[in-house]
């Protein structure tokens, strides 16, 4: 039950509906709120949130002060692709399902949250149905009605006004020829995608059977706007809550305050306590500070999550006192190298094993800042935290530093007895990535291979360098640094658009390197797959594929190094997430 | 007593390079409607003579000593802020190169406002008619307007006009020129002497005028005192100094007075060298490296210091060789050549 | 008077004019020399794993495929005429001066430039403050007492405050005084002045402070060299011969006359603080131009840094006009022609 799949999940939709009826009523029994009973204030230790939820209460009021070193993209819910943006939005909105809160492997499933249930497959896989619950509203007292869910749907199919969010749905639809958004073409019926068949029933129609449909759907996509109240790129600035929050200001790239949504309904929603009172957001907040911030106390909550600056960490992690306040979650998240096939010698598959024998990967993992703010070493693409995921390991070497024999050896067979030169790409403005470019250039040399580090800036990485089709034939580019999260924890979320070839585009690539045919039958077979266990061992074959191929270089499953804000209540590491549930949070 | 007797005045400034002597035992007196001349070439120590009288060297890094009476009282060691209290109303001063020495910021008006208000507590109004009416008297025509301008408005000679009036705003009973027609041209250098004679009898006030020329003192002053290397080397009536000079050195002087009839680059005794340095002063008679006479000493030019002694009835010489021996030279020599233009 | 402030006017108009083009260039014509297509530069404003086709919709909605003279030219009509602005659901009319809309937060710039101001010049104005009172008087006192202790102590530490970076110094700051004592307020803290004067200086203290300490530095290394020369002046010496007290001397005559170099300086450094106090705003986390730039930059959003540029340098014009005007009234020897 460990990685309990969606389909699973749905096929045992009667249950879950006995279950969100039961949470209705009092809370389901994995609720924190039920486990805190007023007791005395929880004793800081490391990795207390990982299993469990750390200073449980459920007294309810105060601020939650949260702050943000950047800026959303977008707080629409049809135009973000963000983690913790998923994750906070659930304060104003709700999704057809989402992920079960709380800490522990549960995080990593997902349950029914504007839905009565998970979704109803139909049609082998191609036609998904799934029902409302009834009493749910918009912060106007307005009913929130299945044509709602699907408007939304519909809305965020309109990427010149959308650009930002996730495109699973426009792909994956079977949208009319003619539909160009609902702004533009207003009159055509998108209804062979989506559709409200009654007041509380969303159909949707795909073009070819897809199995984690559930995963999708707990996406801000499927978030309801009402269509009279859509105001196109501009419903960013006055977004219509659903959830136990609304917007009380917003002042896009300042700062921005939620205040409780009266129109919320606890009963229709056991999985938010909603403890705070009002929540404050601050945003562009200098990272350095906003740690200061956060280890003094002044802010409850980091957003963007991903952990701790290493200026902070150089201060937290030697103080026991602050080392107790953090947690160190392993992330569904890989740092590695593209070992690119365009340019010779590379093309040659024994060239690239070339590059993965003669890798130090302790050297690299230093890099990358160590076990506990990088992360264990990783042997293979997929991270530990993704849905069946298995480890192996095709290159092992003695104590992990490199086999210089089987490297050499690989290089004979590529015709290359004495090694080649070829060039890395990394982003110079993140300091371990530059780190790991040269403990590669140091560990490649010992075999002959001569690497020309090159620096580029990371908000042009992608679209003008090491993501440019021509630009890396034609600069000779043969590695490049990089790093991929999941967007969620099962094989398609996190492997898709890093190693299906069919994505690779002129510009904008994150698929910087695999390349193979084989590769992406496999990818079609696994997203056909109905049978979740069958589904998860064709993601492993997939990732085995990737790295016979040669073309990823493991580094780090990324760690994070997350620290609990003082005065927080309810805290807990959700996996699903990657982050602390942010619904769950309460201020003392 | 005179209105001002200085005596025996001593000003030292210790410097890296050694102690500058720039006035060394120097007395002299200036009464009240009369006119002290004080000449000698740049750095013979006359301007900071006029300072030293001041007090404008307190607090600084001179070292003085020595007496300076005015009207009864002793000065040097008078406190700082009792003399600050007695400049510019008791005693004032005129400086050479008036567009320097006005504020370039402030106007002509506002700055003898500024003189007058300090000495006297009236309004602005008061003092601005004050300064209207003293611009008037120094021969400023509109003065009602030109109150108004700034220094860098005004002629050169308008411009020490104003400066005049400026000093001249408070009354003071002891008035110092240094150098006050050196930046004008000849013929307006007469007209301001005319005008600092004129006032001075109007204000029966003390005059000393401060100049390395002979010729400007040569109408006005009643005594004159030559200067050299920090000390007196001649002093008497203005008739003395013209008539019966005795030191070389204002033979030299009298030789190098620009005149109007003649090229101002012409000198018909000329002095040769340069002024003494006044760390280290030459020995013996500071004068004896520039003196064409000064073998005629028995030798002590380099090895004595000559005294300042009366020659007759007031009129003192600082000289080795003897009276005779000066008046034949004069007589014989330096006079013929003088009054051969 | 007037034509010199006209022909002033119009050639700060030119170089404005200069200042766009050459913001503009750099910002289409370096990726291009890398080799960048329309939809390499479009892909910079689009989600992560965006779709070839989302990507040719925004290469095409942000104009990119035009050329770069066409797109300078749409900008500055917007600048002067106003622009229409496409939002989905309607389309907004964008009046000039339009500065049009961010590439990244879909925001138009000119409105968020007018609401960043008064932060900037509340940072600004109470910093100038602090720092022209601080550094000129540590100025004068240094001068007139030179070669002692305190001429030595305080020569020194504005050798620190020149060298030392804002961020260094601001950051040590705030765990010092913010979060270790708890005498000021946190970063990212700010209140506008109408709302409540006392909070609003509360906030700021430490980045004025902060920032006040740069430039008071070198302010007071500047003041303490005109005030020797100065003080060395034959006006000088003619004041205190007219009996004027030595304080008046010094404040009156000494400091006046010393001051006009400290104004032009003060002019341009002023102008360029509020055209952004880039660091100081980085760092304390200060909702003005200055952080908005920065943003803007990192995330290579034109429209807002063609605004930021066009204010900043607008800003910095005016300064030196004013400045020039001043030194008019200051030094009545200037004329202006």
């Given at each position: 039950m460990r990685r309990k799949s969606a389909l699973a999940a749905a096929a045992t939709a009667a249950l879950a509906l006995v279950l969100s009826a039961c949470g209705g009523g009092g809370g389901t029994p994995q609720q924190p709120a039920q486990s805190a009973t007023g007791g005395a204030?929880?004793?800081?230790?490391?990795?207390?949130?990982?299993?469990?939820?750390?200073?449980?209460?459920?007294?309810?009021?105060?601020?939650?002060?949260?702050?943000?070193?950047?800026?959303?993209?977008?707080?629409?819910?049809?135009?973000?692709?963000?983690?913790?943006?998923?994750?906070?939005?659930?304060?104003?909105?709700?999704?057809?399902?989402?992920?079960?809160?709380?800490?522990?492997?549960?995080?990593?499933?997902?349950?029914?949250?504007?839905?009565?249930?998970?979704?109803?497959?139909?049609?082998?896989?191609?036609?998904?149905?799934?029902?409302?619950?009834?009493?749910?509203?918009?912060?106007?007292?307005?009913?929130?009605?299945?044509?709602?869910?699907?408007?939304?749907?519909?809305?965020s199919f309109d990427k010149e006004t959308f650009p930002h969010g996730p495109s699973y749905l426009n792909e994956l639809l079977d949208w009319p020829k003619d539909f160009k958004g609902v702004y533009k073409?207003?009159?055509?019926?998108?209804?062979?995608?989506?559709?409200?068949?009654?007041?509380?029933?969303?159909?949707?129609?795909?073009?070819?059977?897809?199995?984690?449909?559930?995963?999708?759907?707990?996406?801000?996509?499927?978030?309801?706007?009402?269509?009279?109240?859509?105001?196109?790129?501009?419903?960013?600035?006055?977004?219509?809550?659903?959830?136990?929050?609304?917007?009380?200001?917003?002042?896009?790239?300042?700062?921005?305050?939620?205040?409780?949504?009266?129109?919320?309904?606890?009963?229709?929603?056991?999985?938010?306590?909603?403890?705070?009172?009002?929540?404050?957001?601050?945003?562009?907040?200098?990272?350095?500070?906003?740690?200061?911030?956060?280890?003094?106390?002044?802010?409850?909550?980091?957003?963007?999550?991903?952990?701790?600056?290493?200026?902070?960490?150089?201060k937290v992690l030697p103080d026991p006192a602050l080392k107790a306040r953090t947690d160190n979650p392993t992330i569904p998240r890989?740092?590695?190298?593209?070992?690119?096939?365009?340019?010779?010698?590379?093309?040659?598959?024994?060239?690239?094993?070339?590059?993965?024998?003669?890798?130090?990967r302790v050297a690299n993992q230093t890099a990358y800042g160590g076990p506990v703010a990088g992360g264990d070493l990783a042997t293979n693409v997929m991270p530990p935290p993704i849905a069946g995921q298995e480890k192996f390991d095709l290159y092992t070497s003695p104590e992990n530093k490199g086999d210089e024999a089987k490297a050499k050896e690989a290089l004979a067979a590529c015709g290359q007895p004495n090694g080649f030169s070829t060039t890395m790409a990394f982003r110079s403005d993140r300091p371990r990535e530059k780190a790991l470019a040269e403990a590669m250039q140091q560990a490649l040399a010992k075999v002959g291979i001569k690497l020309t580090l090159k620096g580029f800036p990371a908000s042009s990485y992608f679209s003008d360098y090491a993501g440019n089709v021509d630009y890396v034939k034609k600069n000779g580019i043969g590695l490049a640094g990089h790093g991929w999260g999941s967007d969620w924890p099962t094989g398609y979320g996190f492997m898709q658009a890093i190693?299906?070839?069919?994505?690779?585009?002129?510009?904008?690539?994150?698929?910087?390197?695999?390349?193979?045919?084989?590769?992406?039958?496999?990818?079609?077979?696994?997203?056909?797959?109905?049978?979740?266990?069958?589904?998860?061992?064709?993601?492993?074959?997939?990732?085995?594929?990737?790295?016979?191929?040669?073309?990823?270089?493991?580094?780090?499953?990324?760690?994070?190094?997350?620290?609990?804000?003082?005065g927080v209540t309810n805290v807990a590491y959700n996996e699903g997430q990657s982050m602390y549930d942010y619904i769950l949070l309460g201020v003392q | 007593m005179s209105f001002l007797d200085v005596k025996d005045l001593k000003i030292h400034f210790p410097t890296d390079d050694g102690l500058v002597k720039s006035v060394d035992?120097?007395?002299?007196?200036?009464?009240?409607?009369?006119?002290?001349?004080?000449?000698?070439?740049?750095?013979?120590?006359?301007?900071?003579?006029s300072l030293g009288v001041l007090g404008l060297h307190k607090g600084g890094r001179a070292k003085l000593s020595g007496e300076i009476w005015l009207d009864g009282e002793e000065l040097i060691s008078a406190s700082a802020e009792h003399v600050r209290g007695l400049r510019g109303k008791k005693m004032a001063m005129i400086f050479q190169d008036p567009l320097s020495s006005m504020h370039p910021f402030y106007t002509v008006g506002h700055q003898i406002i500024e003189a007058y208000r300090i000495h006297h507590k009236v309004t602005k109004q008061v003092a601005r008619k004050h300064a209207i009416d003293m611009l008037g008297r120094v021969g400023i025509p509109e003065?009602?307007?030109?109150?108004?301008?700034?220094?860098?408005?005004?002629?050169?000679?308008?411009?020490?006009?104003?400066?005049?009036?400026?000093?001249?705003?408070?009354?003071?009973?002891?008035?110092?020129?240094?150098?006050?027609?050196?930046?004008?041209?000849?013929?307006v250098q007469a007209q301001i002497l005319d005008l600092m004679v004129d006032l001075q009898r109007e204000f029966n006030s003390a005059l000393i005028i401060i100049t390395?020329?002979?010729?400007?003192?040569?109408?006005?002053?009643?005594?004159?005192?030559?200067?050299?290397?920090?000390?007196?080397?001649?002093?008497?009536?203005?008739?003395?100094?013209?008539?019966?000079?005795?030191?070389?050195?204002?033979?030299?002087?009298?030789?190098?007075?620009?005149?109007?009839?003649?090229?101002?680059?012409?000198?018909?005794?000329?002095?040769?060298?340069?002024?003494?340095?006044?760390?280290?002063?030459?020995?013996?008679?500071?004068?004896?490296?520039?003196?064409?006479?000064?073998?005629?000493?028995?030798?002590?030019?380099?090895?004595?210091?000559?005294?300042?002694?009366?020659?007759?009835?007031?009129?003192?010489?600082?000289?080795?060789?003897?009276?005779?021996?000066?008046?034949?030279?004069?007589?014989?020599?330096?006079?013929?050549?003088?009054?051969?233009? | 008077m007037l034509t010199y402030i006209i022909r002033r006017l119009i050639g700060a108009f030119a170089m404005l004019i200069v200042i766009s083009m050459v913001t503009f260039g750099i910002f289409f014509v370096v990726p291009q020399w890398a080799g960048a297509t329309p939809e390499a530069m479009a892909s910079r404003y689009v989600g992560r794993a965006a779709t070839p086709e989302t990507v040719a919709l925004i290469a095409e909605r942000l104009g990119f495929n035009d050329p770069v003279a066409v797109q300078y030219g749409r900008f500055m009509k917007g600048v002067f005429a106003g622009a229409e602005y496409d939002y989905g659901a309607g389309v907004e009319q964008c009046p000039a001066p339009c500065f049009g809309y961010s590439f990244i937060s879909g925001q138009p710039v000119w409105p968020e430039l007018v609401n960043r101001m008064p932060v900037t010049f509340s940072l600004a104005i109470g910093a100038a403050v602090i720092w022209v009172l601080a550094g000129v008087s540590v100025g004068v006192l240094s001068a007139l007492r030179r070669g002692s202790f305190f001429d030595r102590l305080s020569m020194g530490t504005a050798l620190a405050g020149v060298s030392l970076p804002i961020f260094f110094t601001g950051m040590i700051s705030l765990v010092v005084f913010s979060y270790g004592l708890g005498w000021t307020a946190p970063g990212g803290a700010y209140v506008p002045f109408t709302q409540n004067p006392a909070l609003w200086a509360y906030d700021l203290l430490l980045p004025w402070i902060t920032l006040a300490f740069l430039f008071a530095a070198g302010y007071a290394r500047l003041t303490r060299a005109g005030m020797l020369e100065t003080m060395g002046e034959d006006y000088i010496r003619t004041a205190r011969a007219k009996g004027l007290r030595e304080r008046e001397v010094v404040v009156k005559h000494g400091l006046r006359a010393a001051l006009t170099p400290i104004l032009t300086l003060f002019g341009i450094d002023f102008g360029l603080l509020i055209g952004g106090?880039?660091?100081?705003?980085?760092?304390?986390?200060?909702?003005?131009?200055?952080?908005?730039?920065?943003?803007?930059?990192?995330?290579?959003?034109?429209?807002?840094?063609?605004?930021?540029?066009?204010?900043?340098a607008t800003f910095v014009v005016i300064a030196s006009l004013i400045v020039d005007m001043l030194y008019a009234v200051v030094d009545p020897r200037v004329r202006l022609s």
């Open positions: 204030a929880a004793q800081p230790a490391a990795n207390a949130a990982l299993t469990q939820v750390f200073n449980p209460s459920t007294k309810k009021g105060g601020t939650l002060k949260a702050a943000h070193s950047s800026d959303w993209d977008s707080l629409d819910p049809g135009d973000t692709y963000y983690g913790y943006s998923f994750n906070f939005g659930r304060f104003y909105w709700r999704t057809l399902t989402m992920y079960k809160p709380g800490p522990g492997p549960e995080g990593n499933t997902v349950i029914p949250d504007l839905a009565e249930g998970l979704g109803t497959p139909s049609d082998e896989g191609k036609t998904w149905t799934y029902k409302l619950k009834s009493g749910l509203k918009f912060e106007d007292g307005t009913p929130i009605t299945a044509k709602d869910v699907a408007y939304a749907v519909a809305r073409s207003p009159d055509v019926d998108y209804k062979s995608a989506v559709e409200a068949t009654d007041d509380t029933t969303v159909v949707f129609h795909l073009k070819k059977p897809f199995s984690d449909m559930d995963y999708i759907v707990q996406m801000p996509m499927t978030a309801p706007v009402p269509k009279d109240k859509d105001t196109g790129a501009k419903y960013r600035e006055k977004v219509i809550s659903s959830g136990p929050y609304k917007f009380e200001t917003n002042e896009i790239g300042k700062s921005f305050v939620l205040v409780r949504n009266d129109q919320w309904d606890p009963a229709t929603d056991p999985n938010r306590p909603a403890l705070p009172e009002r929540i404050e957001v601050q945003l562009n907040v200098n990272a350095d500070d906003l740690d200061n911030q956060l280890i003094s106390g002044d802010i409850h909550l980091d957003i963007p999550g991903t952990g701790l600056q290493p200026a902070a960490l150089g890989l740092w590695y190298v593209s070992v690119i096939p365009d340019n010779p010698p590379l093309d040659n598959v024994e060239c690239r094993k070339a590059v993965l024998w003669a890798a130090d190693v299906d070839s069919r994505t690779i585009r002129p510009a904008g690539n994150y698929n910087l390197s695999v390349k193979n045919a084989e590769v992406d039958k496999l990818i079609d077979q696994a997203s056909a797959e109905l049978d979740a266990t069958a589904r998860e061992k064709l993601w492993v074959d997939v990732d085995k594929k990737v790295m016979e191929d040669a073309s990823i270089l493991p580094v780090v499953w990324a760690k994070a190094l997350l620290m609990r804000g003082q | 035992g120097l007395s002299f007196g200036v009464e009240r409607g009369k006119t002290l001349g004080i000449v000698g070439e740049s750095g013979s120590g006359k301007s900071v003579t003065p009602a307007r030109r109150v108004d301008s700034y220094p860098h408005e005004f002629s050169g000679g308008m411009r020490q006009r104003a400066m005049i009036a400026m000093a001249l705003s408070c009354d003071p009973e002891l008035l110092i020129a240094d150098e006050p027609t050196t930046a004008l041209d000849v013929t390395h020329d002979l010729g400007v003192v040569a109408q006005v002053s009643d005594d004159i005192l030559v200067m050299y290397g920090g000390k007196c080397v001649e002093y008497g009536s203005a008739d003395d100094i013209f008539y019966r000079p005795e030191h070389p050195y204002t033979w030299g002087l009298l030789g190098s007075m620009p005149r109007l009839d003649r090229e101002p680059t012409e000198r018909l005794l000329p002095i040769k060298g340069s002024p003494p340095s006044l760390i280290n002063v030459p020995p013996g008679c500071a004068f004896h490296p520039r003196c064409p006479y000064a073998e005629r000493t028995d030798g002590k030019a380099d090895t004595e210091v000559p005294d300042l002694a009366e020659t007759e009835g007031g009129h003192l010489v600082r000289c080795h060789m003897s009276r005779t021996e000066r008046r034949t030279l004069w007589e014989t020599e330096i006079k013929p050549v003088l009054e051969t233009q | 106090a880039v660091l100081t705003e980085t760092t304390y986390t200060l909702p003005g131009l200055g952080q908005y730039a920065i943003l803007a930059i990192r995330n290579q959003d034109l429209p807002p840094v063609m605004g930021f540029v066009l204010v900043a």
